[in-house]
C-alpha cells in the first residue's frame, strides 16, 4: 500500500512530526511552493498533484491512502479517482457535516465545505480546475456527523445524501460500485482522542469507528482512503494515541 503524505490545513503546511505514519508502507509527499492568490487557487495547485498521485497509484494497480490535516484534500483524492477512471461514490465519516457553503457558513471555514462541493456545489471554486465531476447525492454516505449547524440540517433534511451511525454501519448501507472512503478523525469521542482543532463530545470510540472503517474495506470496494488528522499542530502524543490510529488505519 502507498501513503500520499499530504502535510497540510487547508493551504497551511504543517510539520511532518505532527503525523506519526506506520512504518512498512512507501510515502509519497506532496509539498507545493503555494501561489499568490485567494484560498481556492492555493487549494488547487496543491490538489492538482494530490490527484495525479492517486490517479497513477490506481491505474498501477494499488488502494493509495492519502493522509492530511484536513478534509479538503478530498477533493484532489476524488479528482484522482475519477482521473484514473474510477467513478467511486464516497463513505465519508465526520463529526461535522461537512456540507456548508459560502452563502450559509458563519465563520467562513472552508474545511467545512468538501462533501457539499463533492456532490456539486459551485464547481467554479475549484472543481473545474480539478476536473472533479459532481458526485449524485444518494451516491454520498454521511457516517455520524453529530454535530450540525442549522444550514446544513435544513439541507440533508431535503437531500438526498444517506445517514447513519458508526455502529449501524454495513454493508447493505453503501452506495453501489467503488467506494473512496474519507475518515475525518475527529469522527472518534473528543474524550478518547485529544487535542483535536473541533472536538465533539459524545462520540465513537476508536475502536469502533476501526471497526465500522474495516467492514467497508472487507467489501473489497475501497478504490481509495482518504485520512484527515484534524487535531491542531505541535501538540505531544504521549500515550501513542495517533500512532495506534493510523497504524491501526492503513492497512
Do not use: K, N
Not at 477512471?85 to 457553503?101: C, E, K, L, M, R
Not at 483535536?196 to 465500522?212: C, D, I, N
Not at 505541535?234 to 490510529?245: F, H
Amino acid at each position: 500500500m502507498t501513503i500520499i503524505f499530504v502535510p497540510y490545513h487547508l493551504d497551511e503546511r504543517l510539520p511532518d512530526h505532527d503525523f506519526p505514519l506506520p512504518e512498512g508502507h512507501a510515502v509519497r509527499t506532496v509539498t507545493e511552493q503555494l501561489p499568490d492568490g485567494d484560498v481556492w487557487s492555493r487549494l488547487g495547485h496543491l490538489y492538482e498533484p494530490v490527484a495525479w498521485q492517486v490517479a497513477h497509484c490506481v491505474q498501477g494497480g494499488e488502494t493509495p491512502t492519502v493522509v492530511s490535516g484536513d478534509c479538503t484534500v478530498s477533493l484532489g483524492t476524488m479528482a484522482g479517482l475519477q482521473q484514473a477512471g474510477v467513478d467511486a461514490g464516497i463513505v465519508w465519516f465526520d463529526a461535522h457535516g461537512d456540507v456548508q457553503t459560502l452563502e450559509t457558513t458563519a465563520s467562513g471555514y472552508v474545511g467545512g465545505m468538501p462533501l457539499r462541493i463533492i456532490v456539486g456545489y459551485r464547481p467554479e471554486l475549484i472543481s473545474q480546475r480539478l476536473g472533479l465531476r459532481p458526485l449524485a447525492e444518494d451516491r454520498a454516505l454521511l457516517v455520524d456527523a453529530r454535530d450540525l449547524d442549522l444550514p446544513e440540517a435544513d439541507y440533508l433534511a431535503t437531500s438526498a445524501v444517506r445517514r447513519c451511525g458508526v455502529d449501524d454501519l454495513d454493508e447493505t448501507m453503501l452506495p453501489p460500485g467503488p467506494l473512496l472512503l474519507h475518515l475525518d478523525l475527529d469522527v472518534i469521542d473528543a474524550a478518547e482522542l485529544p487535542d483535536l482543532r473541533f472536538p465533539v463530545p459524545g462520540g465513537p470510540t476508536a475502536a469502533g469507528v476501526v471497526a465500522a472503517a474495516r467492514r467497508v474495506l472487507a467489501t473489497g470496494r475501497v478504490a481509495a482512503v482518504d485520512l484527515a488528522c484534524t487535531w491542531h499542530p505541535g501538540r505531544p502524543d504521549p500515550d501513542g494515541v495517533r500512532a495506534r490510529l493510523l497504524a491501526a488505519l492503513t492497512v
